[in-house]
């Protein structure tokens, strides 16, 4: 078993049928007409100390566990501030409280549910695409054309006691075949650069969080940057490629809004852009407070 397999198995469970995106209604708009994703650089998330977290908890566990000798140490985050690491978050929850807050600002704010296997399936062709490698510029050495990224797709760990558990086992494995600790050093420190991003708080569990964690870019035709409130903040245009992979949407919180010219104007968007909700598809539209307002009314 390759060490990705590993990983996977241990510690990582099966991706569900459907995932959610949250955005505002600019956002949605964007994602309808240009099929894409945008992958936040993980140094300028929203939560600037998030990239850390998993420093920290690498540090405790190289400190608990006596089989690691002095010569170890744990590198800190700004050490890795030239890193290229881009995220895109999904949730297994179409109605987080806290996200509405943050998007239906715009009021109204959307939710994509996105069929999960066909939107895998996009971006392994997309990530399997072949580019040239610019950064072999020697005129001896023939450029090389690579995967345009390379991607992992899980759900957040956010118990520090798993968070712990995950370094521990995976160091153990590197250690079963590398005995230079130089060598087992490097390998532990690129595990922690392409795993960190799914380290988080135990306060944001109930979000359900799935991200994709995007490494290795060679197509840097799609790192692009916007202007956010106070700095630029790079970003990765992951393409989903068809509206096929989206499966039902939910508007946010919107009640001083007309229901019925906002479900008109998002269907019409959805249809020019290539989603449509036939009356006999299971897919559709829904108002949230809507949905849930049904779900209490059941005592569920």
Avoid at 190 to 204: D, I, S
Avoid at 226 to 246: N, Q, T, W
Avoid at 251 to 272: F, H, N, Q, W
């Amino acid at each position: 078993m390759d060490f990705d397999s590993f990983v996977r198995e241990e510690f990582f469970e099966k991706e569900p049928e459907s995932l959610y995106h949250y955005t505002t209604k600019e956002g949605f708009l964007g994602i309808l007409k240009t099929k894409y994703l945008w992958a936040t650089h993980i140094l300028f998330q929203n939560d600037s100390q998030e990239f850390k977290l998993a420093f920290s908890v690498l540090q405790q566990v190289i400190e608990e566990n006596k089989y690691f000798d002095k010569d170890w140490h744990c590198l800190t985050a700004d050490q890795f501030k030239g890193v290229r690491i881009f995220t895109a978050s999904f949730s297994e929850n179409f109605n987080i409280v806290d996200q509405w807050f943050n998007y239906a600002n715009s009021n109204p704010g959307y939710c994509i549910g996105f069929k999960t296997k066909k939107l895998i399936r996009f971006i392994d062709k997309e990530s399997e695409d072949k580019v040239e490698n610019k950064e072999t510029s020697m005129r001896s050495i023939p450029r090389d054309r690579q995967p345009a990224f390379k991607y992992k797709f899980y759900k957040c760990l956010y118990d520090i006691d798993e968070q712990k558990l995950f370094f521990k086992k995976t160091i153990e494995k590197i250690l079963e075949t590398e005995k230079i600790v130089k060598t087992a050093q490097y390998k532990v420190y690129e595990l922690l650069l392409n795993y960190a991003p799914l380290f988080k708080e135990q306060k944001y569990k109930k979000e359900k969080e799935w991200r994709f964690i995007i490494t290795d870019v060679k197509d840097k035709v799609k790192m692009k940057e916007r202007i956010g409130k106070d700095f630029f903040i790079p970003y990765f245009e992951l393409d989903f490629v068809s509206s096929d992979c989206i499966g039902d949407i939910y508007i946010g919180y919107c009640p001083d809004l007309d229901k019925e010219r906002l479900l008109d104007s998002t269907s019409y968007i959805c249809y020019l852009y290539g989603k449509s909700f036939p009356l006999n598809s299971d897919e559709k539209i829904y108002f949230i407070d809507d949905v849930m307002g049904k779900v209490n009314a059941h005592g569920k």
